[in-house]
């Protein structure tokens, strides 16, 4: 009876009289058409004649009196005077628990080789942010599994927090392991402009069949049309807004977000957006506060976000950090020289900060966890001299503290990738290091 409800409902939505325009330029990664009446963000699809079918597209913006369209696809075979026909609204991927073990594309298609069961749900893919007003505070602490955050920066439920590194320092394999151990009823998992060889290692390497079973993964690889890369994130997102909705406590992972606004830099440059902070042009910084927004607390469930920022060169203060770091709740900083030394996961936990941590744990554990800040900071300003033998007993005491309770801190903070640490187990190791 749901499926009948289901199919008649779609013909009842779909309307009788379709408008439709033609095809009139193509440049670069656009397609300019003249007609028909539609709106940005509109779905659209080109009729290609004789060459694959419809050619499904989004409306990014107008240019004196013509749509200019995005294709989601390859667009060869595009010819002037195609036919454009618009289906009056955006864009909506399936969503239902029914989706749980399943590998998705942008546009929630299965990419896992497996037919798609029948979801009744439907998910706009651009939805707004929950009401400021209606959000629950957060004041539950989420467990990670991963000691170092638990015992130094801990996160709160409904918390979005940044993973800033650069390439190949570890991003991907910490996230695997939150996935895999964290305190979550439902991960959702975007993987956003990937290598096609790192998808298959992230799920079966990181992520594993324990932590592919309670999740939803939406790819979309670094091959794949800019639309179809920004479109992902925003599948993703409203994927786990309607498992929040459901009364769920989610974890949403985005890997990587520095991608997703080079997919945006690279539609709004083909719009023909001018280029601003080093060639992003100004919607991107107005797309990332709306897209991250949409995660956290809401009136039932929560969307705990946790989002990579590659950074470039290792600079975290380059223009899209410098934004995400803004707007998020606190951020990780990994250390490519810890990841050289073998200290795993590489947190630098001297550049990390969780902003809601003083709210989701007691007084006392915060105070424990500056202390463990405080000594790594004067470890490290006295390593170079302790190594040649340089370094004199009594002339910081607080270094003194440092070093002879270093291996206990390594101890604390490294962990083995295939191993979870419960939060009570980080917060004992805690108070045993600092007592």
Known sequence: MATIEHMVG????????????RVVRVVGLTIESAGPRASVGDLCFVQREGHGGALPAEVVGLREGKLILMPLERKEGVRPGDLVATTGEGLSVPAGKELLGRVLDALGRPMD???????????????????????????EQFGTGVGAMDAVTT?????????????????STLLGMIARYGQADVNVVGLIGERGR???????????????????????????PAVLRAKAAQTATALAEHFRDQGMSVLLMMDSLTRYAMAL???????????????????????????????????????????????????????????????????????????????????????SLSRVMPFVTSEDHVHRAEQVRAWVAAHEEVEDLVAIGAYKPGTKPMADAAIERWPAILELLRQDRSHSRSPEQSLAKLVEVTS
């Open 10 to 21: 779609a013909l009842v939505r779909t309307p009788r009289v379709v408008p439709q325009g």
């Open 198 to 224: 790192e998808v298959r290692e992230f799920l079966e390497n990181d992520l594993g069949e324990e932590g592919l079973a309670k999740s939803v993964v939406v790819c979309a690889t670094g091959d794949e």
């Open 155 to 171: 996160v709160g439920i409904g918390q979005r927090l940044g993973v800033f590194a650069g390439s190949g320092v570890g991003k």
């Open 113 to 139: 080789g497996k037919p798609l069961p029948f979801v009744e749900h439907r998910a706009a893919l651009d939805s707004n942010p929950p009401n400021p007003l209606t959000r629950k505070l957060i004041t």
């Open 265 to 351: 830099r690279e539609i709004g440059l083909a719009a023909g957006e001018p280029p601003a902070t080093r060639g992003y042009p100004p919607s991107v910084f107005a797309a990332i506060p709306r897209l991250l927004e949409r995660a956290g607390q809401g009136q039932t469930g929560a969307i705990t976000g946790i989002y990579t920022v590659l950074v470039e060169g290792d600079d975290t203060n380059e223009p899209v950090a410098d934004t995400v770091r803004a707007v998020l709740d606190g951020h990780i900083v990994l250390s490519r020289k810890l990841t050289g030394m073998g200290h795993y996961p590489p947190i630098a936990v001297t550049q």
